[in-house]
């Protein structure tokens, strides 16, 4: 996921099976600094599909990762019977991906689109308005680059009056020569207000245009999945409190 954003409550960045992977992982005493990063990633990762999802699809992922997580707690209840609970509960979750017609790579995948697309839905107003304040600030910085590009000249005559003036209080202070031919040196290789947002406007106008075409590329990859996904945007958030461990029951889904 692009992105790294917040929602509070409705932080669907991190999905239902992301918090379930991470209960058994530190179920079994494994959580090591780079297994957050591995699960995030891998939630984040999916490519487009030849077609839409459909709210039926949606709905059965919903379903069944309720009957996931449900699985997963009764393990955890009962870890004592089994001589590696963990592992017991990964061919277990396994097995009912395989009842319910999915392998664990195609229901990744499903995962991985349904959370794109409810994140997207949620930022896309956000990205616009941050688009529009990303534009203003480039039109801005390079506007004051255009005015000021005729005064460099008597901006680097003011710069180096200014070095002279500071020169002769030194030698007048009875500071050593080469001391001031340094403070002189600094002077003159200091850039002028001129060229500070000549350099800004060449720098954030192509950074702009990437940040954009990134979130266009984001955007328009799960836009097909909207339709699907809006409807069942308030289960994903109870979904994903619920396998959290913030609520005490999962969403009801219909």
Not at 156 to 167: C, F, I, P
Not at 175 to 183: G, L, S
Not at 210 to 236: C, F, G, K, N, Q
């Amino acid at each position: 996921m692009q992105s790294a954003k917040g929602h509070g409550a409705n932080n669907r960045e991190t999905a239902p099976g992301v918090w379930r992977l991470l209960q058994a992982i530190t179920w079994a005493g494994l959580l090591l600094a780079g297994s957050w990063s591995v699960a995030v990633q891998a939630a984040g990762q999916g490519g487009p599909s030849s077609a839409p999802l459909t709210e039926a699809q949606v709905k059965r992922y919903l379903q069944i990762e309720i009957e996931l997580n449900q699985l997963l707690r009764r393990y955890q209840a009962n870890a004592a019977q089994y001589e590696d609970a963990p592992r017991a509960f990964a061919l277990a979750e396994e097995k009912h991906l395989a009842s319910r017609g999915f392998s664990e790579a195609d229901w990744d995948s499903l995962e991985t689109r349904i959370m794109n697309a409810s994140t997207a839905i949620t930022d896309y107003p956000d990205l616009v308005n941050d688009r529009a304040e990303r534009k203003s600030e480039v039109d801005e910085v390079c506007t004051e680059a255009q005015a000021m590009a005729g005064q460099q000249g008597q901006m680097k005559a003011e710069q180096n009056a200014e070095a002279q003036a500071m020169a002769a209080q030194m030698r007048a202070a009875g500071i050593d020569e080469a001391k001031v031919q340094e403070v002189l040196r600094q002077f003159r290789n200091m850039p002028t207000v001129a060229e500070v947002r000549a350099d800004q406007c060449q720098q954030m106008a192509p950074v702009a245009t990437m940040i954009h075409e990134d979130e266009r590329r984001w955007i328009e990859t799960s836009r097909p999945d909207w339709p699907a996904v809006r409807p069942y945007l308030e289960e994903l958030d109870q979904l994903t409190d619920w396998a959290a461990g913030n609520t005490d029951q999962p969403p009801v889904i219909n």
